[in-house]
């Protein structure tokens, strides 16, 4: 069930991207908005309505030191459009792939979302009811979900056409692929070669 109308978002959108969330035993769908600016002054402001402001600093020191993506420096507000308190950890993907939009300029489909929790080494977690709420954004009409790599098994016998970009377990330090691989465009998942077990790194995508 979508908490916000694809009347409301732009085809593309800088800053903002969808999340399902899993609630008692249906899935609702959250936008997740953000806005970097640079300090007049002083200390930068952290700004958030409807989400955990302690949540959006780990966030922060985790692209910080995973993808050497300086956000730290810059007023971030996070906005959950609809007066809703979201407290689910599977949206901290979300919340930094919207973060990393604002940060370069790159607008993401209304039709992408993102789901997976994020630890302090970057690495990103498995999450619970993956299946129930992957097949609500097929649902409704997505075409692409980013997803932690450990939930790679399952889906493998799953018919589900919308497409699964999963992590790889391969550390980068860099941050310079994503002018080059919008997020707008998932490729199709491959399989991949690695044995190495999850969680896997952030900076793996990027």
Same mark, same amino acid.
């Given at each position: 069930?979508?908490?916000?109308? =694809?009347? =409301? #978002? =732009? /085809?593309? !959108?800088?800053?903002?991207?969808?999340?399902?969330? %899993?609630?008692?035993? #249906?899935?609702?769908?959250?936008?997740? *908005?953000?806005?970097?600016?640079?300090? !007049? +002054? @002083?200390m930068?402001?952290?700004?958030?309505?409807?989400?955990?402001?302690?949540?959006? /600093?780990?966030?922060?020191?985790?692209?910080? #030191?995973?993808?050497?993506? =300086?956000? !730290?420096?810059?007023?971030?507000?996070? $906005?959950?459009?609809?007066?809703?308190?979201? !407290?689910?950890?599977?949206?901290?993907?979300?919340?930094? +792939?919207?973060?990393?939009?604002s940060?370069?300029?790159?607008?993401?489909? *209304?039709?992408?979302?993102a789901?997976g929790?994020? @630890?302090?080494?970057?690495?990103?977690?498995?999450?619970? +009811?993956?299946k $129930?709420?992957? $097949?609500? &954004?097929?649902?409704?009409?997505?075409?692409?979900?980013?997803?932690?790599?450990?939930?790679?098994?399952? %889906?493998?016998?799953?018919?589900?056409?919308?497409?699964?970009?999963?992590?790889?377990?391969?550390?980068?330090?860099?941050?310079? $692929? &994503?002018?080059?691989?919008?997020?707008?465009?998932?490729?199709?998942?491959?399989q991949?070669?690695?044995?190495?077990?999850?969680? *896997?790194?952030?900076?793996? %995508? %990027?």
């Amino acid at each position: 069930q979508m908490c916000i109308r =694809d009347s =409301d #978002r =732009d /085809e593309k !959108n800088i800053g903002s991207i969808i999340v399902p969330i %899993f609630e008692g035993s #249906r899935v609702f769908l959250f936008e997740v *908005q953000s806005l970097l600016g640079t300090p !007049n +002054f @002083g200390m930068p402001r952290r700004t958030v309505e409807g989400y955990d402001k302690t949540r959006v /600093e780990i966030l922060s020191a985790v692209l910080s #030191r995973s993808l050497k993506v =300086d956000v !730290n420096s810059k007023d971030i507000y996070i $906005n959950i459009p609809g007066g809703i308190d979201l !407290n689910d950890r599977s949206s901290d993907l979300a919340v930094v +792939f919207s973060l990393l939009s604002s940060v370069k300029g790159v607008p993401i489909s *209304q039709k992408i979302a993102a789901i997976g929790e994020l @630890g302090l080494r970057g690495e990103v977690r498995k999450v619970s +009811f993956i299946k $129930n709420r992957v $097949n609500e &954004l097929e649902k409704m009409g997505f075409t692409g979900v980013y997803l932690p790599k450990s939930h790679q098994a399952d %889906f493998e016998k799953e018919k589900i056409k919308i497409k699964k970009q999963l992590f790889q377990k391969k550390y980068t330090k860099s941050y310079k $692929n &994503l002018q080059s691989s919008p997020l707008q465009n998932i490729p199709k998942y491959r399989q991949s070669p690695s044995s190495v077990s999850h969680p *896997q790194s952030l900076s793996t %995508f %990027f």
